[in-house]
């Protein structure tokens, strides 16, 4: 009942991202859906939906996980799994495997943090999001500015500039969790972040140290505006394993336990680029050159047979755009891309493992070592055309390619459930067009939106075989969406509002049942709405949020020989939530005190594509009170779980068993930031 009390109020309200912490209510609503422009896919003027957490929004939620600002953005559901582990979905249910990796463009100052075919499920781990001036998420196909991967949506992390000014925050949880951010702004020419955590882990053996540094800069050179950054990660954790049983997460002795004491993982990764902008002619050119790379080992202790992979690769390029008005009622802007990279996967079988005597699908041993060269070329345009009467039209259309040279180490050919393919290449070419239409008579903006997005394969789609796959069967994926929408402003300004509803259709959908086989070529169909909203209901008290309801669904029949698994036409795919929903209330008590309590709801959700096993969902509750003493000094007391409700971050069924993430527990953190 609570959490349909919850949903409907936050329908009603029409709900949007953290404000806590502004003194007047019309200037902070007026404020909620101010999208950021600099490095961004979108502007305030062009169809499509997209939501931003701005930098008052970050420091605020002090988020020790993406998950926790992201999560407050509608449409998107990422699920925290172990220490800094994660699964996204944008307007998708929560994709694992090689389409959790390419479904959803990860960019750092819009720059792609990976190279295409070199994804990974865990990749919000890398950009520097606790020192960021922004986090842009845009729901849906990206624009022909960035190609594959942006099937589902992007996440753009905007890293602070010289001159939004330095900070230092230091904070304790009460789950042993030590956590430091600072900024030194030296003004008008370079920016440092840094952050340095470490938790104690409230589950056995879940030690957590993670290190982000980040570098922006700012310079006139020649004629040309530069923007330099350096941004890198290191992340050393112990990992926890699933819980296993029927609702075991509810089980507070046992949500603490580790089953997979010896699980971890580490990672590194670098990138480095250059934003570089002049006049040129009746235009402006960007030219922005990048480089990056990463290595990860970690345990799989997700798989039964208890694997170790080594993955890695190193991959630069340049993006390339010219925009210029070439009439009063057109804009055009041309872009070209080009990205090269290289990268490497090996997975080793430490022990022997069977769920029988004789049972030889899991070897011991080189189950894959592989490396994959790969080169992306891509052209894209977009016009802009202004019809008169408040009406524009937006169109675009890329065409990229991709090339993947394959070489492998390991024997060829089939190895218990594991199949090495012999040495190949593997070309493939996208075509993504766009077409939207808005009409803004007023301070209110109506819009239709056409987009498709098309993502190659992962490197680990095409050749991390299964014994029952062929090599060369995996497809291009393509996802076809049309949306409408209504944003403005309203009641003086003290409502802003942004409303959206899309449909999508989904084909050569790739993914991994639950018996742990691959499925090349599978279909779905995605429909639903978002609202979200900022209310000043005083000039001191402020409502916000956003609810999501969607239905999504299979559009294919699939019956695996062991009969574990049935897939039919219309089935509701697993953890696609119908309801998502975030609410806050904040409150400026005094000139010195802000308060605010928000609430995060988690509709029920099927655990497997045969709809056989259900999570309840959840609703959690949380508060934050932050005091300012004299020139910029500010104490601040975050309280999670405020309820001590039990619930899992993630609930699926693997082998026929139910596997949840426990949520975590009723905590606290306590911390100091100075402004400077």
């Known amino acids: 009942m609570l959490h349909r009390l919850i949903a409907t109020s936050a329908s009603l309200a029409v709900l949007a991202a953290c404000l806590a912490g502004q003194a007047s209510g019309q200037e902070d609503a007026s404020r909620a859906l101010e999208p950021v422009t600099v490095f961004g896919d979108r502007t305030p003027d062009q169809p499509g939906s997209n939501a931003v957490a701005d930098a008052a929004t970050i420091a605020d939620t002090l988020a020790d996980h993406p998950a926790e600002i992201l999560n407050t953005l509608p449409g998107v559901n990422v699920q925290m799994n172990s220490g800094q582990e994660h699964l996204i979905a944008i307007r998708s249910p929560v994709l694992t495997g090689g389409a959790g990796q390419g479904s959803f463009l990860i ?10 075919a070199f994804g990974n499920v865990n990749s919000l781990m890398e950009p520097h999001h606790e020192v960021a001036s922004a986090i842009e998420v845009v729901r849906g196909p990206g624009s022909a500015k960035y190609g594959s991967n942006a099937v589902h949506g992007l996440v753009n992390v905007i890293l602070g500039q010289p001159g939004d000014g330095s900070f230092a925050s230091a904070s304790y949880g009460t789950l042993g969790r030590y956590r430091t951010d600072m900024a030194l702004d030296e003004g008008r020419h370079v920016r440092l972040g840094l952050s340095l955590q470490h938790d104690s882990g409230w589950r056995d053996n879940t030690g957590v140290d993670q290190q982000k540094l980040s570098v922006v ?3 006139d050179l020649a004629g040309w505006r530069v923007t330099p950054w350096l941004s890198a990660s290191n992340l050393n954790q112990e990992s926890a394993g699933y819980v296993g049983g029927t609702d075991s997460y509810k089980d507070r002795d046992l949500s603490k336990m580790n089953p ?12 480095i680029g250059a934003r570089a902008e002049r006049a040129m002619g009746p235009g402006t050119l960007v030219l922005t050159p990048y480089a990056h790379s990463q290595a990860m080992i970690f345990s799989q202790h997700f798989l039964p047979n208890g694997g170790v992979e080594k993955n890695g690769h190193t991959g630069g390029g340049l993006m390339a755009r010219y ?7 057109l804009d055009l802007r041309l872009g070209a891309d080009v990205d090269v990279a290289s990268g490497y996967l090996r997975e080793i079988q ?4 069977g769920f029988f005597p004789g049972d030889t699908r899991f070897p011991q041993g080189v189950h894959y070592d592989f490396t994959v060269d790969t080169t992306m070329l891509a052209l ?27 070489a492998t180490d390991a024997p060829v050919g089939i190895n218990g459930r ?3 393919a012999a040495n190949r290449t593997d070309e493939f070419d996208l075509l993504t067009p766009k077409l939207g239409l808005i009409w803004s008579p007023s301070d209110i903006s109506y819009y239709i939106n056409y987009a498709r997005g098309e993502r190659a394969p992962q490197a680990s789609d095409l050749y991390r075989l299964q014994s029952l796959q062929v090599a060369g069967e995996v497809k291009t994926e393509a996802l076809d969406s ?7 402003s309203a009641a003086d300004g003290r409502l802003v509002f942004d409303v959206a509803a899309y449909w999508m259709d989904k084909e050569n959908f790739f993914f991994r049942d639950s018996d742990g086989l691959n499925v090349p070529d599978g279909s779905t169909r995605h429909v639903g709405v978002e609202a979200t909203a900022a209310f000043g209901i005083t000039d001191t008290l402020v409502l916000n949020g956003n609810a999501s309801w969607s239905d999504q669904t299979y559009t294919f029949d699939r019956i695996v020989g062991s009969g574990t698994e049935t897939i039919r036409d219309g089935n509701e795919i697993d953890t696609a939530p119908e309801w998502l929903a975030n609410v806050a209330l904040d409150w400026q008590a005094t000139e010195a005190l802000r308060l605010s309590l928000s609430a995060e709801h988690v509709g029920e959700y099927y655990m497997d594509p045969a709809n056989t096993a259900t999570y309840p969902g959840h609703t959690i509750l949380a508060a934050r009170g932050a005091y300012t003493f004299d020139a910029g000094t500010e104490v601040f007391l975050i309280v999670r779980n405020l309820t001590d409700e039990a619930y899992a971050d993630r609930a699926d069924l693997a082998f026929g068993n139910g596997r949840y993430f426990p949520g975590e527990p009723l905590n606290a953190t306590l911390g100091l930031r100075k402004t400077f």
């Open 107 to 116: 960019l750092e100052n819009g720059v792609p943090t990976r190279s295409p």
């Open 482 to 488: 049309i949306e409408i929408g209504v944003r403005g």
């Open 380 to 406: 894209w345009g977009e016009a802009e055309w202004a019809l008169g009467n408040d009406v524009s039209i937006l169109a675009g259309l890329r065409g990229e390619t991709h090339e993947y040279d394959y």
């Open 350 to 353: 430490p022990d022997p493992f």
């Open 323 to 329: 925009g210029w008005q070439a009439s009063d009622a």
């Open 418 to 420: 594991f199949n090495v």
């Open 260 to 271: 997979n004491p010896e699980a971890y993982r580490d990672a590194w990764s670098a990138r």
């Open 217 to 219: 800069g700012a310079y």
